[in-house]
T-cell receptor
């Protein structure tokens, strides 16, 4: 398995533009998580899905953020409109309930977002 | 609520042992984990311990769990420059499959 795949690796965009981050989880994993990492706040859980259904989105900072999981192999995190304070590294991770005790999460390599 | 705390920074000399500490609050945690993050990369699972264990050893890594004090530690023997990274502890809280991560400890290995 190629692991959790995120795209793009780097994104630079202007304030006010829409940004879409993408994630392909590991096949067979039924949980998918979106995290944001910044120096100030560390690692924050934004939202997570189970079997494509959003379970907890209490970490989504504002209505400007939205996430979807249309099928088991794809998820998006969208920011519209983007602001400079959204600049961070966004990570996607997946896991399976059966295996969580043994494998924890598998993280993607992240998308480094810079909003100028 | 769930809260996981770590010291922010640790500096050790190459060849010495490193001990990274973590405290957590959720006594119902089933598993506790250690993750490693190298510059520009995602978090990588290093090791984990089941809550009914006191210790787990895996090559150079030793995990100690004091459930009474809710204290977790990671010892790295013979620390190498390649061990320089940020180390996160995480607990699996009451919600199945949801991990709460600590703030991360940056380990610097000097020659």
């Amino acid at each position: 398995d190629a692991g959790v795949i995120q795209s793009p690796r780097h994104e630079v965009t202007e304030m006010g533009q829409e940004v879409t981050l993408r994630c392909k989880p590991i096949s067979g994993h039924d949980y998918l998580f979106w995290y944001r990492q910044t120096m100030m706040r560390g690692l924050e859980l934004l939202i997570y899905f189970n079997n494509n259904v959003p379970i907890d989105d209490s970490g989504m900072p504002e209505d400007r953020f939205s996430a979807k999981m249309p099928n088991a192999s794809f998820s998006t995190l969208k920011i519209q409109p983007s602001e400079p304070r959204d600049s961070a590294v966004y990570f996607c991770a997946s896991s399976s309930l059966q295996g969580v005790g043994l494998s924890g999460y598998t993280f993607g390599s992240g998308t480094r977002l810079t909003v100028v | 609520g769930e809260d996981v705390e770590q010291s922010l920074f640790l500096s050790v000399r190459e060849g010495d042992s490193s001990v990274i500490n973590c405290t957590y609050t959720d006594s119902s945690s089933t598993y506790l984990y250690w993750y490693k993050q190298e510059p520009g990369a995602g978090l990588q699972l290093l090791t984990y311990i089941f809550s009914n264990m006191d210790m787990k050893q895996d090559q150079r890594l030793t995990v100690l769990l004091n459930k009474k004090d809710k204290h977790l530690s990671l010892r790295i023997a013979d620390t190498q420059t390649g061990d320089s990274a940020i180390y996160f502890c995480a607990e699996e809280g009451g919600t199945a499959s949801k991990l709460t991560f600590g703030t991360g400890t940056r380990l610097q290995v000097t020659l």
